[in-house]
């Protein structure tokens, strides 16, 4: 009996789907006030057993040597140990937790497909993207009601409602506001797919439930202003109509193919207009409603000495509350940033400084470093951090796959599983659009990074996986 209840634990300990799922909603509530600093040591306490977790799994049994790209794989990390090495005077464990962060992503994530049957892999899909829903959701309503009883909150070093005229509501940033949102929206997308409902009818939510969560979702987006988030959901319906409309081809006809093409730009075009003018107005119209249910009249001295104001009164007064950017600079300073981000670069353009030593060398070679903590560019952070020979070998890693992938949109577009595989293409190339302007794919140990790969994981298992 002890026995059985030994191996048990012993199993799912070395469960690769058990480490994907506790390391995911961990990294969830990183994103979360008053409950980031837990995360962050729980997080740590993960990757602690993910280590015994992947040479179990992928040296003891070595299946690191049977994954797809292997030898472009294990280029990259070494290249990645080879800069740790040589930087090693500097930073050289933070290079080297980013480098094991970089085997987490690769093998246990996107090689998830050597584990299981379809069957297995879909029901945990489900089951993370239910999570994504359901959090964001939870988190979502607790923002806004914040955000229209108190407006604002501060609290220590947290800040809840508006902050910079921003919705931030209970996260610890407004763009992990907007990127748990935009997750939420694709994931409820993905779990209203036919083939899923039809297989897993009583794994997926109900319909009232999906659209109370996209309402919220898009309320939640539009508020927190951000213009990456905002920028990855309209590609990412943009995708979707584009394979909507192309997988009706039987054969390639050019004409077919330009007249499509323009009913695709001018659908794009059409929505990211309404989409701006919708998010527009929503900021304005709570704008106006915060403040009718917010001000209360600043205190106006009087002549009567014997009537003052309350105290309560004169504490309570809050300024008019606007809902969006005051600066007209879209950028954000993600210019500034990538001049500085060359600037980096020309450090050691062959193989890199290591992502754990980019804000030491930004002190070092630009005055008064960089304006933010990152480059918010993941593909300018990936040169800098492995130079230009991890560079070539993480982009020849991205064409084989994104060439493998793109060629089964469309010879496969008869299987029942065909339309849950074009949604999760269509996030993947949201996704990769996204990260030219924020830190995402390979930048941080976050759950903005580990989605990314999640989501590429269950796409390549319906590559190499019969329905």
């Known amino acids: 009996m002890r026995g059985s209840i030994s191996n048990n634990i012993l199993r799912y300990a070395l469960d690769l789907g058990t480490f994907r799922v506790c390391y995911v909603i961990t990294l969830l509530f990183e994103m979360i006030a008053f409950l980031d600093v837990f995360s962050l040591a729980m997080r740590c306490a993960v990757l602690a057993w993910g ?30 140990i080879i800069t740790s ?22 093998f246990i994530f996107f090689g998830m497909y050597m584990e299981r049957n379809l069957e297995k892999i879909e029901s945990e899909m489900i089951f993370i993207l239910k999570i994504f829903v359901i959090f964001a959701f939870i988190f979502s309503f607790f923002s806004i009601v914040i955000l229209i009883f108190k407006a604002q909150i501060s609290i220590g070093s947290y800040y809840l409602g508006i902050f910079g005229n921003r919705l931030i509501g209970v996260y610890t940033n407004s763009n992990l506001l907007a990127f748990s949102m935009v997750v939420s929206i694709v994931s409820c997308d993905v779990l209203t797919d036919r083939y899923i409902r039809n297989k897993c009818c009583r794994k997926v939510f109900p319909v009232w439930f999906i659209n109370c969560s996209r ?7 539009f508020l927190s202003d951000s213009n990456d988030s905002f920028l990855f959901v309209v590609i990412y319906f943009t995708v979707r109509m584009f394979y909507n409309i192309f997988s009706n081809y039987n054969k390639f006809n050019l004409l077919k193919l330009i007249r499509g093409s ?57 300024p008019d509350i606007k809902i969006g950017r005051n600066s007209s600079d879209v950028s954000s300073g993600r210019i500034t940033l990538f001049k500085q981000g060359l600037i980096i670069f020309k450090a050691n353009p062959l193989i890199g400084i290591g992502r754990g030593n980019l804000l030491r060398f930004s002190e070092k070679y630009i005055e008064g470093g960089l304006c933010f903590s990152d480059l918010h560019n993941s593909y300018l952070t990936i040169l800098v951090s492995y130079g230009t020979i991890g560079f070539a070998i993480f982009l020849m890693f991205s064409v084989c796959v994104a060439f493998e992938v793109c060629v089964f949109l469309f010879q496969n577009k008869n299987r029942p599983s065909s339309g849950v595989f074009s949604k999760l293409f269509a996030i993947i190339i949201s996704y990769c659009v996204y990260a030219l302007f924020e830190k995402a794919i390979l930048s941080e140990i976050t759950f903005m990074v580990v989605f990314f790969w999640y989501i590429l994981g269950f796409a390549i298992s319906y590559l190499y996986k019969q329905d």
């Open 262 to 318: 323009m009913i695709l730009i001018v659908c794009a075009v059409f929505m990211l207009s309404v989409s701006f003018f919708a998010r527009n107005i929503c900021q304005k119209a709570i704008g106006i409603i915060l403040n009718d249910v917010h001000k209360v009249e600043e205190p106006v001295s009087d002549d009567n000495n014997d009537i003052l104001p309350s105290k309560p009164s004169i504490n309570s007064y809050i």
């Open 51 to 80: 280590v015994v977790i992947f040479i179990y799994n992928f040296l003891i049994i070595p299946r690191a040597f049977q994954i797809k790209y292997k030898w472009l794989i294990w280029l990259f990390i070494l290249v990645g």
């Open 215 to 221: 309402v919220f979702s898009f309320i939640s987006l």
């Open 85 to 106: 090495l040589v930087n090693m005077s500097v930073d050289f464990w933070p290079n080297m937790v980013f480098v094991y962060h970089t085997c987490v992503c690769m």
